[in-house]
């Protein structure tokens, strides 16, 4: 299954006077689509990252029963995002008038009599007037099936171009997730070396103490060496990162799964990543080595770079 990013871009026409297209894109910011042929409705969609799923429809009003049914398609097709919806009906160039039927001309032929025996004064009426009651009496097309048509290659579009967008972002993610990886290597090997180091400036620390404040003369030696003994061992639990590595290491398993698994991962991705930030922190605070703090620094980086985009996905 494929990871898919929430920002896309795709258009699609139909109807049944013109070629059904369709384009995608995952650039937010690809041009308008072309102009269809006369009788042709085009349906527009674009998608941005939101926490949750964010519909706006701009519909004509002549069009505004197809609401309930388009938001049915999107909620159906996508889970997270701000998508925009656009219709918009295309007619053909030139003023269009319409083929009078005969129905219409005896009923006009009729009004027009039943006027004229009451006001036989009054004009008759002129060819103008006539194709405009005409075209105003005529029923209005409407493309109902064609824009649902359209709506459903639109949304297939702007999946596809949501696929190849999180494809990219999984590289990327993956890339991070290295390097995350290489800096827990580096810190490993330095962790014992480093609470071996500061646990022995701890003990001449501690001896330097007793002999400063005469303690060593009242207390025996045996209860002295037990004492700093215990006092060095607290100290190195303290100062010990292993198992700040150790969960780091595991939540970066976990994220490389659900990268490879894909589908709507975008929010258990974005909780991985405040508790990877939350490691780093402490391995930061914790360090007692600049070695340490060094790397630290790196991973927050590494992370934050994560965090930004992981936003984007799904």
Not at 67 to 78: I, K, N, S
Not at 178 to 192: I, K, M, S
């Amino acid at each position: 299954m494929s990871v898919y990013s929430m920002t896309g871009y795709a258009t699609a026409t139909a109807g049944p006077s013109s070629t059904a297209e369709i384009t995608a894109s995952a650039d937010n910011l690809a041009p308008h689509p072309p102009a269809a042929a006369g009788g042709a409705v085009s349906i527009e969609l674009r998608s941005v990252n939101g926490r949750f799923l964010d519909l706006g429809l701009r519909l004509p009003d002549e069009y505004r029963a197809l609401e309930p049914a388009l938001r049915d398609l999107l909620c159906a097709a996508f889970r997270r995002g701000k998508i925009e919806l656009r219709l918009n009906v295309h007619g053909e160039s030139g003023p269009q008038w319409p083929q009078p039927q005969p129905d219409q001309l005896n009923r006009l032929t009729r009004l027009e009599s039943v006027v004229l025996g009451w006001l036989p004064k009054a004009q008759p009426l002129s060819v103008h007037e006539v194709l405009q009651w005409c075209k105003g009496s005529a029923p209005t097309e409407k493309l109902d099936d064609a824009a649902l048509d359209a709506a459903k290659r639109c949304i297939k579009g702007l999946k596809e171009a949501r696929a190849r967008e999180g494809e990219r972002l999984a590289a990327v993610l993956m890339e991070r997730v290295t390097r995350l990886r290489e800096l827990a290597v580096q810190a490993e090997p330095l962790v014992p070396m480093v609470v071996a180091r500061q646990q022995s400036r701890f003990l001449e620390r501690w001896q330097e103490a007793l002999a400063s404040t005469g303690a060593a003369q009242t207390i025996s030696a045996e209860a002295l060496q037990e004492r700093a003994l215990n006092e060095a061992a607290a100290y190195s639990i303290r100062i010990d990162v292993a198992e700040e590595l150790a969960r780091l290491r595991s939540h970066l398993d976990e994220v490389a799964r659900l990268l490879r698994a894909g589908g709507e991962v975008g929010k258990r991705l974005d909780f991985l990543i405040q508790e990877l930030l939350r490691e780093a922190n402490t391995l930061g605070s914790k360090a007692a080595a600049l070695e340490l703090t060094n790397i630290s620094v790196e991973m927050k980086v590494a992370i934050e770079q994560l965090r930004e985009q992981v936003q984007n996905i799904e």
